[in-house]
């Protein structure tokens, strides 16, 4: 596929975002909501979905593979939305990015969220719902310690709830899975949760009557979309373009269900969507 030339000016490039699939546009839609000049490139891993039962080994492999399609296309940073990809496979991503000439910072949702919660809590309690993936990870865990040692964790793997959300959002078994992940919560007393997937905030009503209207329910776009602002100004790549920035869409499975799915997660119309092939070649030293 031809690529257009990519701007000369560094501040004028896209930010390159990429998840597992639909998910991540709820993270999209807070960027596009904080930074509504910047250009965005979305990459979906469609066809690899879900990446909540995967390894880390192969979250490392995924996450270097789109890492190298989007800095081919000359993104000023890179934006790690999916919450597995990102408790897995984010220090050996920064390595590899440090590594490329092109020195291409990278973001990723869990850090912020995790800093989010640490403000949020009153009592020290704070609760985690993700997939295994990143609940094996402990990356959770480790952002939390070293926001604050004295911040406990209760976390819950929720196995099938990403998969059931694409199905059907507000269905009595998205509800039977909702109060059976949030009873380890409400026994441990958090009284702040944090949704460490990207499916979850599409659940927040449903999620804030079962867990109680006093809980304070975090999750990471928003405190990602900050991070994102900041690392913007701080390497002077924030562009100078005062009218409305473009975003477009790749995915490496069909573009068709995604646009029709996509449209409910970004809250905002979905444009352009191609097809992509990833470089199944790249493999990662671990
Ligand atoms: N983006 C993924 C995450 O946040 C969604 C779930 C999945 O791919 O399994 O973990």
Known sequence: VPQAPAPAEPRDRPIGVFDS?????????????????????YLADTARFPYGPRTRAELERFSMQIAEELVRRRVKLLVVACNSAAAAALPALTQRMMQTTLGVDVIGVVRPGAIHAVAATHNGKVGLLATPATVASGAYREALQAADPHVGLTEVACPDLAQQIERATFDDEVLASVRDA????RAAQVDTVILGCTHYPLLRPML???LGPDVTIVSSGAPLARSVEHVLGARGLATTRTTEGAYRFLTTGDPAPFADAGTRFLQLPLTSVDQVT??????VVA
Do not use: W
């Open 21 to 41: 699939g639909v998910g991540g546009l709820t993270v999209l839609h807070e960027l596009l909501v904080r930074l509504p000049q910047e250009d965005f490139v």
């Open 182 to 185: 949030c009873a380890p919560l």
């Open 208 to 210: 804030q009557r079962t």
């Open 278 to 283: 990833l470089n199944p070649a790249l493999e």
